[in-house]
């Protein structure tokens, strides 16, 4: 098992931009898949960005392509999430995720979870 500690939440106003990190320990992590999901209150946890051990491949959801980055740290036990143009429905606690699966498995099995970080986007 792994465990994960995210970090970097808070309350910004909209246009802003936000960084997100999130550290693992315990199982070796050389081969781990990592991401992050949000979930937004009344709503469902949603797929927000995943990055493969190696860096590649790299996912994002449709609706933060081009203003969130995922990055791996060079130890690969981190994963960074850089958010800019933040809108207020990015409004949401963001939850750290990791797999020794593949890429498409995270978040549907054998996925491991962080207690969530707060992003709140004001208008």
């Known amino acids: 098992q792994v465990e994960l500690v995210e970090s970097g939440g808070g309350l910004v106003q909209a246009g802003d931009s936000l960084g997100l990190s999130c550290a693992a320990s315990?199982?070796?992590?050389?081969?781990?898949?990592m991401g992050w999901f949000r979930q937004a209150p009344g709503k469902e946890r949603e797929f927000v960005a995943a990055i493969n051990w190696s860096a590649s491949p790299i996912n994002y959801a449709e609706s933060v392509q081009g203003r969130f980055t995922i990055a791996r740290g060079a130890a690969k036990n981190t994963v960074y999430l850089q958010m800019n143009s933040l809108k207020p429905e990015d409004t949401a606690n963001y939850y750290c995720a990791a797999t020794f699966q593949r890429i498409e498995m995270l978040g549907i099995e054998h996925t491991d979870w962080g207690q969530g970080t707060q992003v709140t986007v004001s208008s």
């Open positions: 315990g199982r070796t992590f050389g081969t781990l898949t």
